[in-house]
């Protein structure tokens, strides 16, 4: 096959599925197979995507804001220096228990991922730039924590980083995973939930959100 044809073949392919999925409700109509939304819904309709578009100029100031706040706080970047482990991170955690919420300082918290990743040989298998890594970690934090969400924030994504940790640590997934799917579960369990709204997958649905009709009311967060 010619990449001419292929070419035309790829653009002739069409959605199996809508792009926005119909709703409907008792004040809609159907015509030609289409549903029609009652004039009522039309307007609240409009009133969401107003709300929408004030959120999303809320969600940009704050990222915004954030990225001001984050050239000016250098300091608060962990260099290759800053991920040196100490006695205490390991007795952290190997405990199953432990709390991130009682760390108060960021730069300890950047340390104990930073130990997670070595202890498990990840930074020297793959060659990990611990003062990449550091910037990346603290991009990570600003943008868990720009919304301020009380539950799905740096926090939360450590919590989960450390539960995951612990169970490759100990042994209690090598039988599913080998060291590269070690690696991007580790990975994956950091940073999961980063920009999370806060909202329930049926709330975003519901509300006709940006996320909702982005992502076609499949996993929304």
């Known amino acids: 096959m010619s990449l001419s044809v292929a070419f035309q073949m790829a653009s002739t392919k069409t959605h199996k599925k809508p792009l926005i999925p119909a709703r409907k409700s008792p004040h809609s109509k159907t015509f030609a197979g289409n549903t029609i939304p009652s004039s009522s819904e039309i307007d609240e309709i409009g009133e969401t995507e107003e709300e929408n578009f004030s959120e999303n100029e809320d969600s940009e100031s704050q990222q915004n804001t954030s990225q001001n706040e984050l050239s000016q706080n250098f300091s608060e970047i962990p260099n290759s220096k800053d991920f040196i482990s100490k006695d205490q991170d390991y007795q952290y955690l190997s405990n199953w228990n432990f709390d991130i919420t009682n760390i108060g300082d960021l730069m300890e918290k950047y340390r104990l991922i930073g130990t997670m990743f070595t202890s498990l040989g990840y930074v020297e298998r793959f060659e990990i730039d611990l003062t990449v890594f550091g910037r990346f970690l603290h991009s990570l934090q600003e943008k868990y924590n720009v919304r301020k969400n009380p539950f799905h924030n ?60 982005k992502h076609n009311d499949e996993s929304v967060n």
């Open 154 to 213: 740096f926090d939360h994504g450590f919590t989960v980083c450390h539960a995951t940790f612990f169970m490759i640590k100990n042994k209690l997934l090598y039988e599913y995973f080998d060291e590269i799917d070690g690696f991007a579960l580790l990975f994956s369990a950091l940073c999961h939930d980063v920009d999370h709204t806060g909202r329930t997958n049926g709330f975003e649905v519901a509300s006709y959100s940006n996320l909702a009709l």
